[in-house]
């Protein structure tokens, strides 16, 4: 997706500017065409090296994530959208595209667990449930991530953790109500503990797991 013409001519490609910044989500640029009738992609190169850019649709709701290189070219994109070699005919998905050293995009794949957590936040409107989520899924991803952002139940849902001196402590809200907070240098027992609590409309996480889907909040 995206066109290869710069983002402003002032960027050193000559080419006139076709996009115009409509705000920032977590410190990444929101980029919309000046032109609201052609292709809501991104622009071929960047101004700055090694930024990334964000496009929504008419809704504002998320199309794109372009991260560029030092050299300003891109170096993958995050489209939602289909792919049908991919996600099938018809059928509009998160995944990736990554750029070989010649600049040619390669083809689709699905986004591995630890990009959706890096780049999740951004997914601003994009309901994206856990595929196949087991409770030993959602198990190691309490233990190894250090914030988490989800619903389940109409509710959100919002885990923290935190260490220092081989002490941690984590913090879990529910519609930012404090419904866990401890320190321990235990982090397997306090793992146990914010996973027997019952907060998912009085379920534990093992016992609701077959409801369980995630949205990550822009």
């Known amino acids: 997706m995206g066109g290869r013409s710069g983002f402003l001519a002032s960027g050193g490609f ?5 996009w115009h910044s409509t705000g920032l989500l977590y410190g990444v640029k929101v980029l919309e065409r000046n032109d609201p009738e052609s292709r809501t992609g991104l622009p071929g190169f960047c101004n700055t090296p090694g930024i990334a850019y964000i496009a ?13 290189g030092r050299d300003r070219r891109p170096l993958f994109d995050i489209d939602y959208g289909e792919d ?6 018809g059928k509009r998905e998160l995944h990736i595209h990554e750029y070989d050293s010649n600049g040619v995009r390669q083809p689709g794949r699905w986004l591995t ?26 198990a190691a991803m309490v233990r190894e991530s250090w914030e988490i952002e989800y619903t389940y139940g109409g509710h959100e849902y ?9 002490l941690f402590e984590i913090y879990v809200l529910r519609d930012n109500d404090i419904v866990y907070h401890r ?10 503990e914010v996973l027997s609590l019952r907060i998912y409309d ?17």
């Open 14 to 18: 000559g080419t006139p500017a076709r």
């Open 56 to 68: 929504v649709n008419m809704e504002g709701k998320f199309h794109q994530f372009r991260q560029y």
């Open 84 to 89: 049908t070699p991919l996600t099938g005919r």
């Open 113 to 138: 667990d630890s990009e959706m957590r890096r780049y999740g936040k951004f997914f601003k409107g994009v309901d994206l449930s856990m595929k196949g989520a087991t409770y030993d899924e959602f």
């Open 158 to 166: 919002f885990y923290q953790r935190s260490g220092h001196d081989g």
């Open 183 to 192: 320190t321990s240098d235990d982090m397997d027992e306090m793992s146990a």
């Open 202 to 218: 009085g379920k534990t996480v093992e016992e609701a797991e077959q409801g369980i889907r995630v949205q990550f909040e822009a």
